[in-house]
């Protein structure tokens, strides 16, 4: 009787642990998906946080500065970078829409977000250096890991920028 029992013990442990293999990739799947937006979402209210904190700045794309300098005071080139990664579901899911076509938002948000942070960083340096404003502000973009085999990808972004005074 009791052999039986043992028997009929293994055969359901059997059973779980084929559930178990068969469902693994499936749960590994939601919790990429669900940790990865946490995440994001995450990084998005910082961002919001950080930039409303430089919000008394002047920043500027024009190449001349803006508003009345502060003539004592020096300027000085200031830059933020920042590399992020895609996560890896992200980029395999993108895979069918480079298949069927459309708008490929995990990836704009990818770029929003790297720019946001470098240009965060950049106005770091800004205040560090004493200054409160920038003109001639440029970003670039460079793609890091693109076309490697079993890669997410990441994108490089840098901000750089002249900081002044003004009065």
């Known amino acids: 009787m009791l052999l039986a ?5 293994a055969g359901a442990v059997a059973v779980v642990v084929t559930l178990l293999v068969q469902m ?8 990429g998906l669900f940790s990865g937006r946490y995440f994001e979402r995450k990084h998005l209210r910082y961002l919001d946080q950080a930039e409303s904190e430089f919000a ?24 933020g970078q920042v590399v992020i990664a895609n996560d890896a579901l992200k980029s395999f899911l993108s895979g069918f829409r ?3 076509g459309g708008e490929m938002r995990s990836y704009e948000v990818l770029m929003e977000r790297a720019r946001r942070e470098a240009t965060v960083r950049m106005l770091t340096a800004v205040r560090a250096g004493g200054f409160n404003a920038v003109c001639n502000m440029r970003v670039d973009f460079s793609s890091v890991m693109a076309g490697q085999k079993n890669s997410a990808g990441a994108i490089e972004v840098l901000v750089t920028a002249t900081a002044y005074k003004l009065r």
Do not use: Q, R, W
């Open 5 to 9: 029992s043992a028997a009929g013990n």
């Open 24 to 31: 693994l990739p499936i749960l590994l799947v939601l919790v």
């Open 56 to 79: 008394d700045i002047v920043v500027s794309n024009l190449k001349t500065p803006v508003g009345e300098l502060d003539l004592a005071a020096s300027s000085s080139i200031v830059d």
């Open 98 to 100: 480079k298949i069927f």
